[in-house]
Structures are given as C-alpha cells and as structure tokens.
C-alpha cells in the first residue's frame, strides 16, 4: 500500500476524531475510526487482489477467474463482518462508520483524481517542449 493512502487515512481518522471530540460524542469517534479502519483493510485487500490476480493472469493460470471470485466473496465477507462488529458497539457509531469509510474512499478519489491531473499536465509540458 502507497504512503499517501496510510497518511490519508490517519489524517482522516484524527480530522473526524477531533471534530467529534469537540462536540463531545467519544462514542461517535470509535465508530469513525473503525469506518476509516474498515476501508483502509478493504482498499489495501483489493490492492493485494488485484496485484496477485495479475500475477496468475501473467504466468498463464486458468484458474483466475475462480479466484478472483472466492477473494472477491471473502474480502466482503470480511467487510461485512467488520460492520457487524461496528454495529454490535451500538447503532450510533454504525452511521459514523459509513461515514468514515465514505470519507476515506472518498479521499482515495481525490487522490487518484489530483494524481492523473497532474500526470496530463507534466505530458502536456513535455509534448509542448518537442
């Protein structure tokens, strides 16, 4: 997993943490951090996915697509799992959770969205520099 989805999902965690400690809702912030915890494991588990799938597509296996089903099925399993858990600390901290796992998903946007801009403009310099 790259450094920035590690760091954004610390920056988020504290950002949501303090804002719900300075409106006094402790609870709200363990739901927060586990929605943000949540999505940083599903985001790596697909990043690991993708990377072993290409693997086994490289070396010829015929067998990718059976397993890319079966981690597909536990990596949401595991998802839903993780929310179960949320939800079991109490019903409050379930909308806190999908609210930090949006936000954290949301962020990975903005961060692939700032990276592909940047991308087009450094070969839009190049291709005016030729």
């Known amino acids: 997993m790259r450094r920035s989805v590690i760091y954004s999902a610390l920056a988020i ?17 363990i739901g927060w951090w586990g929605g943000v915890a949540i999505g940083a494991i599903n985001f790596s588990s697909l990043l690991s996915n993708v990377a072993h799938t290409r693997k086994e597509a490289e070396q010829g296996s015929g067998k990718v ?3 890319l089903r079966k981690r597909f099925f536990v990596r949401y399993l595991a998802l839903a799992l993780g929310f179960f858990l949320i939800i079991q600390l109490g ?3 379930l909308g806190s959770a999908l609210a930090g796992f949006v936000s954290f998903y949301i962020v990975m946007f903005l961060d692939y969205f700032f990276r592909i801009r940047k991308q087009k403009q450094s070969v839009e310099a190049g291709s005016s520099l030729s």
Not at 13 to 29: C, D, H, S, Y
């Open 13 to 29: 965690g504290v950002f949501g943490t303090l804002l719900l400690w300075m409106i006094k809702q402790i609870p709200l912030a």
């Open 65 to 67: 697509v059976s397993a």
């Open 91 to 93: 019903k409050q901290q």
